[in-house]
């Protein structure tokens, strides 16, 4: 059974940083995409960013320069570093995972798979 955990999220100031973490298990990590989501009060849910079987990512526009995904295959783990935060990242952030389709520079992080696993959401809120 595919479980992803996420880490705590937290509450900073604009401008702090926050590092989130997901622990996968219950399939072969490696094999799959994953990504990170968001859904802040009253906005659909958007993909922030992604990462392929082979590291290479992508980023929403909002969030590029700022953000930054990463994955260690050997703690089957992932991360989302996040630098200089604003007000408008507070949402409630959710990790992903599912078999990869095509990814180029250019691809919206939430095209990056089928992401048919999530985690349970992590709640992150910056203030001004």
């Known amino acids: 059974q595919v479980q992803l955990v996420e880490s705590a999220g937290g509450s900073v100031q604009a401008g702090g940083s926050l590092r989130l973490s997901c622990a996968a298990s219950?399939?072969?990590?490696?094999?799959?995409?994953m990504g990170w989501f968001r859904q802040g009060p009253g906005k659909e849910r958007e993909g922030v960013a992604a990462?392929?079987?082979?590291?290479?990512?992508v980023y929403a526009d909002s969030v590029k320069g700022r953000f930054t995904i990463s994955k260690d295959n050997a703690k089957n783990t992932l991360y989302l570093q996040m630098n200089s935060l604003k007000p408008e990242d507070t949402a409630m952030y959710y990790c992903?995972?599912?078999?990869?389709?095509?990814?180029?520079?250019?691809?919206?992080?939430?095209?990056?798979?089928?992401?048919?696993?999530w985690g349970q959401g992590t709640q992150v809120t910056v203030s001004s």
């Open positions: 219950g399939y072969t990590y490696s094999s799959y995409c």
């Open positions: 992903a995972a599912g078999p990869c389709g095509t990814m180029d520079a250019g691809t919206n992080p939430a095209y990056v798979a089928d992401f048919g696993y």
């Open positions: 990462i392929d079987r082979d590291g290479s990512a």
